[in-house]
């Protein structure tokens, strides 16, 4: 290894990403002087962890700093100076121009490393300066919500539904705060699929949140010290304090200005190794571009894994160059609990497909998280993404009260490996009751994706109902009992153990057109679509069946659906 012996690291920002890439180096080289930059008063905190001290699940504000500059400086020998803040860049003489407490100073650098991050996103909202308008970013951020909290609020707007605002508007409702939850997005968590999001919802409005999607905040006012809430809608919320979480800037302005090529949103462009287009700059983190795995779009990723991972790999590329892995390509997997749910997705979905221009077959599955026989057995609600022709898994998405990291961590993999849909079937998964199935849920995957792609099954989706309606003959294959509890109003009722029995009077009520056959889950109507291919007849069988559909109409549902007394 060469010797690094009068080179210094200057490393602008800590927490996920710079520390890692510091801590990397000082592992990499024992005598390297290593200094990083942190314009706030904690250098490494648990970010992930500011709603659940909000909420109260974490008792202790000291539990969410990671490490200090005094351990970091005793462990790693590191140089932290934190209430740093980075005012300017000569890159062509190599020099960053810093503000601290005893004021300006110029600090030489051989290679720096930007990890700036992002700032809580403003939207043109006039009034979002009132006092009770406060953002969840940063330790101090959460103790003062906190203190809020514990000195009498009794009431919050959470604008933006992603992670953070989910997670904020929970741990403010364990508090015991009445809490309105308000998304600009036609639904919660905008990433997740809509069929999937309208699971979140109602567990939110199980919680007691309310919830208004597909709306904007107009404006904010002032009445007696709390904030009035003006949505587009005409509805006003008043409320002890208002959470602003509707997205991120990155901040890069002073780097830019010293021309570091950024994106139109401002977000640094680096290489494959995390270099930016100035010499021996790197950059990584929230506030750079990342190539999606899937689509190829290129957009920041906000997520605490990406960060670390490619803290560590830029590091590697500094210190052994010519021998350090290249940054991979983000899957965007991620998670979040809500109440008794847990919501996880990776690779792409829908919107991220159709921008790219890429087909794909969507799967629909609602299996159970282990054995059903073994008490406690919860339903896994699935969406998989697949290529039509290769069967390479595109992006898979999941709701449920148990189970759903695991699944979505494996099918993570899966794509991460390129494996096609159909081979999730030789996956040697671990199996005992009370933690699965034979038939693991990722395995059935495997199987439906198999027959899709062989012919053997064919869907029709959530999104072709008004061909289904119009076009197809419904045949609803549910138990009279189950029919009774709600069912498209063109649609005929025979048990899948009727079918056979009832094939005449299936052709003379289809009169040639083709048969959109749905059950509760998929599972019954992928029989009655068999015995229907088997006779010859053109059938199709609903993905996810009534369990999909119903998610899918959301508020619609009540009204379309009929019910009537059981037969």
């Known amino acids: ?117 992002a700032r809580s996103a403003r939207p043109p909202v006039p009034g979002l300066d009132h006092p009770a308008v406060k953002t969840l970013r940063t330790v101090p951020d959460a103790v003062e919500l906190r203190e809020m909290v514990q000195s009498g609020a009794r009431s919050a707007v959470v604008l933006g539904a992603g992670f953070v605002g989910l997670e904020a508007a929970e741990g403010l409702r364990r508090q015991g705060l009445a809490v309105h939850l308000v998304e600009a997005a036609p639904h919660v968590l905008p990433p997740l699929e809509r069929e999937l999001a309208w699971l979140v919802r109602q567990e939110l409005v199980r919680l007691g949140i309310d919830v208004h999607d597909g709306v904007v905040a107009r404006s904010i006012e002032d009445d007696a010290g709390q904030a009035v809430v003006h949505l587009a809608d005409g509805t006003i919320l008043t409320a002890d304090l208002v959470i602003l979480s509707t997205g991120t800037v990155p901040n890069t302005e002073v780097f830019a200005e010293a021309g570091c090529a950024c994106d139109e949103k401002g977000a640094l462009v680096v290489d494959e190794h995390g270099h930016t287009n100035l010499p021996a700059v790197w950059a990584i983190g929230d506030a750079t571009v990342s190539t999606d795995a899937v689509t190829r779009a290129r957009r920041p990723v906000a997520l605490s894994g990406p960060a670390s991972r490619a803290g560590r790999l830029v590091a590697d590329a500094i210190a052994r160059a010519g021998r350090a892995r290249v940054l991979p390509a983000p899957l965007g997997t991620a998670i979040v609990r809500i109440g008794g749910q847990t919501a996880a997705m990776t690779g792409a979905n829908r919107s991220g497909l159709t921008t790219a221009g890429l087909p794909f077959t969507t ?182 069946g009534m369990l999909t559909l119903r998610a899918w109409l959301g508020f619609a549902a009540d009204t379309l659906l009929v019910k009537e007394t059981a037969r």
């Open 1 to 117: 290894m060469q010797d690094m012996s009068t080179h210094r690291y200057v490393v602008v920002g800590g927490v996920g990403g710079g520390m890692a890439a510091a801590a990397r180096l000082r592992r990499l080289d024992e005598t390297a002087e290593i200094v990083v930059i942190e314009q706030g008063g904690e250098v490494s905190f648990a970010s992930c962890g500011l709603p659940y001290f909000l909420g109260g699940e974490i008792a202790d504000e000291s539990a969410l700093l990671v490490q200090t500059p005094e351990s970091l400086a005793a462990a790693l020998n590191l140089d932290v100076r934190v209430h740093h803040r980075a005012d300017g860049l000569d890159a062509a003489h190599q020099v960053l121009r810093v503000t601290g407490p005893d004021g300006p100073y110029e600090l030489a650098y051989d290679h720096l490393i930007l990890s700036p991050g």
């Open 363 to 544: 799967l629909h599955l609602h299996p159970l998280h282990h054995a059903g026989y073994f008490p406690g057995a919860q339903t896994i609600h699935l969406v998989v993404h697949l290529d039509p022709q290769s069967g390479r898994l595109l992006g898979a998405q999941a709701v449920g009260a148990a189970g759903v990291d695991r699944r979505i961590d494996v099918l993570a993999t899966a794509i991460r490996a390129g494996l096609s849909a159909p081979d999730l079937i030789d996956l040697d998964l671990c199996y005992s009751p009370p933690y699965g199935s034979s038939k693991d849920p990722v395995t059935m995957v495997g199987f439906l994706a198999d027959n899709v792609l062989t012919g053997q099954t064919r869907l029709w989706q959530p999104d072709e109902l008004d061909w289904a309606r119009s076009k197809a003959f419904l045949l609803d294959v549910r138990s009279a009992d189950e029919f009774a509890t709600g069912h498209l109003p063109e649609a005929v009722n025979i048990p899948h153990t009727q079918v056979r029995g009832r094939l005449p009077e299936i052709v003379r009520l289809a009169a040639g057109r083709p048969i959109a056959v749905l059950c509760a889950s998929g599972v019954r109507s992928y029989l009655a679509h068999r015995i229907l291919i088997a006779a010859g007849l053109p059938s199709r069988t609903l993905s996810g």
